[in-house]
Nanobody, 121 residues
Framework: QVQLVESGGGLVQPGGSLRLSCAPS????????MGWYRQAPGKQRELVAT???????KYAESVKGRVTISRDNAKLSVYLEMNALKPEDTAVYYC???????????????WGQGTQVTISS
């Protein structure tokens, strides 16, 4: 069974920084686009950033200039560097990836269990 395992969440003061990491557990054949989404209390899950296999990023307008997504294809990992954090960035952050488990398997979307990010003084 494949799972996406996230780490790096926590409590940070406004203006601070955090780095989230995510990688799959279990054997896989390939990973395509990877990304991060977030869900604040009482709100729908929303895109934060995605990155293609070739390293082309896409960001939500609300985080542009403050967030950098990157990936290490050798480690099958994706990272989210967040700076100048604001209270409105408080949410559960979810890792997302398009994974093919075997060469002849369909490409499916997987989600991590989520990691809490809280911005508060």
């Amino acid at each position: 069974q494949v799972q996406l395992v996230e780490s790096g969440g926590g409590l940070v003061q406004p203006g601070g920084s955090l780095r989230l990491s995510c990688a799959p557990s279990g054997r896989i054949f390939s990973i395509n686009t990877m990304g991060w989404y977030r869900q604040a209390p009482g709100k729908q899950r929303e895109l934060v950033a995605t990155i293609t296999t070739d390293g082309v990023p896409k960001y939500a307008e609300s985080v542009k200039g403050r967030v950098t997504i990157s990936r290490d294809n050798a480690k099958l990992s994706v990272y989210l560097e967040m700076n100048a954090l604001k209270p409105e960035d408080t949410a559960v952050y979810y890792c997302n990836a398009e994974i093919r488990r075997r060469a002849n398997s369909p490409r499916l979307t997987y989600w991590g269990q989520g990691t809490q990010v809280t911005i508060s003084s």
